[in-house]
């Protein structure tokens, strides 16, 4: 075996002869690192005594077998699509302490009963998987545990034991001793993952694997990973906040829209199926500058309260903050509200806030950050009973968007009587009964029917 050596660029995965500072795939600087691989002698071929597949025809593959199967927690299943897929390779993400290794042992309590689950963790003991395990509540004896960083020492294990379900904690502190280099860098993780996706594909064991995240929030490694797998999952959130955020950046066996919300406490984490309520809880009544929104997260509506301060501003250029709302976005919408809404916000300091850590990325949350935005301007509090659903303009036209009946629904649901929607689109919406419509055609229309 030859020894050679190659550079890779941690963002992307391509691979360079030499080093250079900035990677010519994707444009990053100073992610080309030095990586030493073995590769065979020139001229041979590596024996390989499996027999080698035929191409099948598409009519001929048989898919009548159930290849989804529950994980035991309802959240979970809503991101993967309806469940977790056997043979598939799941990566699951998150900052420390968000409650990755909590969420896959606390589902080992329901696995267990229908199938075979190995954990495998490269950052605690076999003792303290125990101690984590018994505060969670998981008490099933099925589960086998092994805390190991070799990965030919895991896949001995797979092979002895033949585990169903894999689970490895986490894929950073797996490495191949075959390759010279640390557990973390470039050719390992490749190398790891590549060798459990061939285990997930050939053995139709499903894998879940943890992924440490950078300083920048994407999965530490080289980018190429998140190619590998069949769903990449994100946990958001804070650790002074309690809720989670379960959402799906890829699948290939479902919708990348969904997301499943958790609440952690002393017990682990705990499923919020009416997550609305929890984000609305502690609402303030009568203080101005407070509006409630209807966001679609998938095919489940969300209502979310946003709050904005505006004040006078004691220096020349004014500052502006947002928290879980696009700022450029924010910035058009101050820009909006002083031209067409006759509010001079250039003199003064806006903040903008969505409680309970979610983060408002759609059109449907404009209207709502208007209405913030003019009732601390003008001080005057918005009913608590109005929710406000709609993409605001340039011009200051309202829009309507898309899923409204489903919106009106869960407005509903929640006691809310009046909800101040565009005119445009929503002429043949039917509300359901006890909630009244507002129909309004741009913004000075809806700040006036509000806060007069």
Wanted: glycine content about 10%.
């Amino acid at each position: 075996m030859k020894a050679k050596t190659v550079f890779f660029c941690t963002e992307c995965g391509n691979e360079y002869p030499k080093w250079q500072g900035k990677c010519s795939a994707c444009g990053s600087w100073n992610t080309v690192v030095e990586q030493t691989v073995k590769q065979t002698a020139k001229g041979t071929v590596a024996a390989s005594t499996a027999p080698s597949k035929k191409a099948k025809l598409l009519s001929q593959v048989d898919c009548t077998e159930e290849i989804r199967f529950g994980t035991g927690m309802d959240e979970l299943d809503r991101v993967l699509g309806g469940g977790a897929v056997k043979g598939s390779l799941v990566l699951v993400g998150g900052s420390p302490g968000i409650g990755k290794s909590t969420l896959l042992l606390q589902i080992c309590d329901h696995l267990t009963r229908i199938a075979k689950v190995l954990y495998v963790s490269g950052e605690e003991s076999e003792r303290q998987i125990k101690l984590r395990a018994e505060r969670l509540g998981v008490h099933n004896s099925g589960v086998y545990v092994l805390s190991e960083t070799n990965l030919n020492d895991v896949l001995e294990a797979v092979e002895d034991i033949k585990p169903d379900i894999l689970i490895i904690d986490s894929i950073q502190t797996l490495y191949n001793d075959q390759l010279n280099s640390t557990a973390g860098s470039v050719g390992q993780v490749k190398d790891c993952t590549l060798t459990l996706m061939q285990l997930a594909k050939n053995d139709g064991i499903t894998v879940f694997v943890i992924g440490h995240v950078n300083k920048e929030g994407a999965i530490a490694g080289p980018k190429v990973l998140e190619h590998m797998v069949d769903c990449v999952l994100y946990f958001e959130g804070t650790q002074q906040m309690s809720a989670r955020m379960l959402r799906a950046a890829k699948n290939r066996f479902g919708s990348t829209n969904e997301v499943g919300v958790f609440e952690m406490r002393d017990i682990g984490l705990v499923e919020v199926p009416n997550p609305s309520e929890m984000l609305l809880s502690g609402r303030p009544k009568g203080a101005p500058g407070t509006c409630v929104a209807c966001v679609m997260e998938g095919t489940r509506p969300l209502l979310a309260e946003v709050q904005a301060l505006v004040a006078p501003s004691s220096f020349s250029q004014s500052r502006r903050t947002t928290d879980g709302f696009d700022y450029n976005r924010a910035m058009l919408l101050l820009a909006v509200l002083e031209k067409r809404g006759g509010m001079r916000m250039s003199g003064c300091d806006a903040y903008l806030n969505v409680v309970g850590g979610l983060t408002l990325d759609e059109p449907s949350a404009d209207l709502p950050a208007v209405i913030a935005l003019a009732s601390s301007f003008s001080d005057k509090p918005v009913a608590e009973d109005i929710v406000a659903v709609g993409e605001v303009g340039l011009t200051g036209e309202l829009r309507s968007v898309s899923y409204m009946q489903q919106r009106l629904n869960e407005i509903s649901r929640l006691g809310f009587t009046k909800c101040i929607v565009p005119k445009q689109g929503t002429a043949k919406i039917h509300p359901p009964e006890g909630l009244e419509l507002i129909r309004v055609k741009n913004i000075k229309e809806a700040i006036t029917a509000v806060i007069g």
